[in-house]
């Protein structure tokens, strides 16, 4: 079976940084992605990680590690619009299929 | 990138009706598009992996007899809802890999949103 496991709610004040963890035990891995979501829209991709280590792209950082099953999303200077869910999802199977995480609801305040 | 269009956005239908949903792959050839279901604040649950071509392939929990997914063509992918429920209203997004993406990078469709009275 497949298992990944996200924080439900984080808040955090707009400025700062926040980090969501997401965890998994699945049966295959070829990568992992963060995909942010916003209400009532489709997912849209922020990042992907096949090798462990740290991937940047501006204000959003995603970290890899594989033998710990374990990942997280990091997100600087935080801003209003950041407020979204925010979905892990790990690629598995011959397809590579997309199974997503249970997903963290990120509230900024100002 | 990758444009994955979906039709219609918003469908609300009397019980016991059937609804077809349609995924379009605008610029690229999909050989396989997958299908989600998402309820109010919850994530993403994958529902079956359509191939062009060939039957689908369904998850575990999944009625296929219910949800019945046609991939007729390299850019079209539909979902049917047959016999439709209550229970059966949600958020239906189906996505596509972009051809020649290496980092398996899925382009989701805008999402159609049931509603069963």
């Known amino acids: 079976g497949q298992n990944i496991d996200q924080p439900t709610e984080m808040t955090a004040t707009e400025g700062a940084i926040v980090q969501i963890n997401c965890t998994y035990q699945t049966s295959g891995f070829n990568g992992l992605f963060w995909y942010q979501q916003h209400a009532g829209e489709a997912p849209t991709f922020l990042s992907y990680?096949?090798?462990?280590g740290l991937e940047e792209k501006g204000r959003f950082s995603s970290f890899l590690s594989r033998s710990k099953g374990y990942s997280y999303l990091l997100l600087k200077e935080l801003q209003m619009k950041d407020s979204a869910s925010y979905l892990c999802?790990?690629?598995?199977?011959?397809?590579?299929?997309?199974?997503f995480g249970t997903g963290t609801r990120l509230l900024v305040s100002p | 990138g990758a444009v994955v269009s979906q039709h219609p956005s918003w469908v609300i239908c009397k019980s016991g009706t059937s609804v077809k949903i349609e995924c379009r792959s605008l610029?690229?050839?999909?050989?396989?598009m997958f299908w989600y279901r998402q309820f109010p604040k919850q994530s993403l649950m994958l529902m079956a992996t359509s191939n062009e071509g060939s039957k689908a392939t369904y998850e575990q929990g999944v009625e296929k007899d219910k949800f019945l997914i046609n991939h007729a063509s390299l850019t079209l992918s539909t979902l049917t809802v047959t016999s439709a429920h209550p229970e059966d209203s949600s958020f239906y997004i189906c996505?596509?890999?972009?051809?020649?993406?290496?980092?398996?990078?899925?382009?989701f469709g805008e999402g159609s949103r049931l509603t069963v009275l």
């Open positions: 999802a790990v690629s598995v199977g011959g397809f590579q299929k997309l199974v």
């Open positions: 990680n096949v090798l462990d």
């Open positions: 996505s596509a890999r972009g051809a020649g993406a290496n980092t398996g990078e899925l382009f």
């Open positions: 610029d690229f050839q999909a050989t396989t």
